[in-house]
């Protein structure tokens, strides 16, 4: 059964500048994305139809369509045919413990979806060397994943792992978390090291994630050990800023 439509109320866009440089789709646009983020229009949540959001605002058809686009291409609308235009999801919030992203999509009961970019077995260069301690030019695993959530585009996923894998069956992963089929091999995951960053998206990123060439990403570097300490994978991962975040914890000593 379909949701009811969400009205916003008018006050949030009270401020509107009709006659100003700023197209007005663009303002309201910026408008609908800010109650994405405050959960005024929750995660699911269906808008109300073009016709009567723009009688209701005083604004024509045509620019309220743009402006839903506009968030549509960024991943935080969906149109589905036979029930209107819904709300993604909000931000992903992540804990920096030792668990992946398709395990935390699923616990946020949003549905994972996975596009294998490529997975190929290749020499292992200086870096990776020194991420899983193996030797030079030995057969290392390299997985790159697409990896969104209710059709909207998060993270591209770079993985690397030693040679025991090779024969990881990667259909798999377009179903599963690459961790849990490691844990169904009897590996058991206990520590990672990993470092959280930033920097701008190279052009294929911005294809892939729907961001524009040079925009910000999240990173996250992570190389992954077992229980006896042995390092089992290393992640070069980058994330769409405004659909995710990492939270940490701090406490005194």
């Known amino acids: 059964m379909a949701q009811p439509e969400h009205q916003l109320p008018v006050d949030l866009f009270i401020d ?33 139809n073009e016709v009567a959001l723009g009688q209701r605002l005083g604004i024509s058809r045509p620019t309220i369509r743009r402006a839903i686009q506009e968030l549509v291409d960024k991943g935080l609308l969906v149109r589905r045919r036979g029930v209107g235009t ?18 935390d999509l699923q616990r946020t009961g949003q549905k994972p979806e996975t596009r294998i970019l490529s997975a190929e077995t290749e020499p292992a260069n200086e870096t990776v060397v020194e991420a899983l301690g193996v030797e030079v030019g030995s057969d290392v695993l390299h997985i790159k994943r697409l ?14 792992l030693p040679a025991d894998f090779i024969d990881l069956e990667i259909e798999a992963l377009q179903s599963h978390a690459l961790y849990q089929l490691l844990r169904a091999r009897g590996v058991t995951l206990r520590v990672a090291k990993q470092k959280i960053g930033a920097r701008e998206a190279t052009a294929t990123e911005g294809e892939l994630l729907a961001v524009r060439k040079g925009g910000a990403l999240l990173t996250m570097d992570r190389t992954a050990f077992d229980s006896s300490g042995r390092a089992i994978e290393y992640g070069q991962h980058v994330y769409r800023p405004e659909l995710y975040q990492f939270e940490i914890t701090v406490v005194d000593r």
């Open 16 to 48: 509107l500048d009709r006659s100003g440089p700023v197209p007005l789709y663009h303002q309201v646009a910026k408008r609908l994305e800010q109650a994405i983020y405050e959960e005024i229009l929750p995660s699911g949540a269906r808008l109300e």
């Open 86 to 103: 819904q709300v993604v999801h909000g931000k992903v919030h992540r804990n920096v413990d030792l668990t992946s992203l398709f395990e």
């Open 147 to 160: 990896r969104s959530a209710d059709g909207a585009p998060i993270a591209i996923l770079d993985n690397i």
